[in-house]
């Protein structure tokens, strides 16, 4: 599968990537190289596989749910680097 630029440009900013123009060819050779290996699965048959939602047979041990005492409001507040009368100050996330 040939990817183009538009494409490489689409799946960078999704993934929040920075592509200079001089690594643009490469990523560009790069990821066709990955999707063509992706479409070669597509011709081996996989019937009578079942689907695996895990690729160990480990199984977890749960622990049964407790209920605990809890952090109270003013402790909160208090452990908090930056606080107002009622919430937790945090920084700004930027796009």
């Known amino acids: 599968m040939k990817v183009d630029k538009n494409t490489l440009k689409k ?3 999704l993934a929040r990537l920075e592509i200079n123009e001089e690594n643009e060819e490469s990523m560009l050779e790069s990821l066709s ?3 063509t290996w992706v479409e070669k699965l597509n011709e081996i048959n996989t019937d009578g596989v079942e689907p695996l939602t895990n690729m160990s047979l480990e199984s977890n041990m749960l622990r049964e749910d407790e209920v605990k005492g809890h952090l109270d409001h003013e402790k909160a507040l208090k452990n908090a680097p930056a606080s107002d009368s009622n919430y937790i100050k945090v920084p700004k996330i930027k796009d």
């Open 11 to 13: 799946i960078a900013h």
């Open 33 to 35: 190289d990955i999707l």
